[in-house]
Nanobody
Framework: VQLQASGGGVVQAGGSLRLSCTAS????????MGWFRQAHGKEREFVAAISWNGSNTLYADSVKGRFTISRDNARNTMYLQMDSLKPEDTAIYYCAVALRPLSGRNADGYRYWGQGTLVTVSS
């Protein structure tokens, strides 16, 4: 599976962005998906995860209440709606596909990764 992430850009603090991640083929009920991010000089960290049918979601505490993960399986696409953005949200955002229904916070649980899209939040 190849993943294409898009939607990054430059936004002022308090603004919003919506990231998209499109898979090259249809996913199955065993394919949970997730978003991770990596800021400059820091390790990759978990952002959010979603089960195949969207009934289960998981968020990092740092983004809970501000970010919303969703997916449209008919379009093979996952989204990350990011609101009330803060400068500390600045990072490269990566999408990933797991080989289990909901993989969670551990990056090792994801098999396929996109190339990343840069989000820059200015103060």
């Amino acid at each position: 599976v190849q993943l294409q992430a898009s939607g990054g850009g430059v936004v002022q603090a308090g603004g919003s962005l919506r990231l998209s991640c499109t898979a090259s083929r249809r996913t199955s009920s065993n394919n949970g998906m997730g978003w991770f991010r990596q800021a400059h000089g820091k390790e990759r960290e978990f952002v959010a995860a979603i089960s195949w049918n969207g009934s289960n979601t998981l968020y990092a505490d740092s983004v809970k209440g501000r970010f919303t993960i969703s997916r449209d399986n008919a379009r093979n696409t996952m989204y990350l709606q990011m609101d009330s953005l803060k400068p500390e949200d600045t990072a490269i955002y990566y999408c990933a596909v797991a080989l289990r229904p909901l993989s969670g916070r551990n990056a090792d649980g994801y098999r396929y990764w996109g190339q990343g899209t840069l989000v820059t939040v200015s103060s």
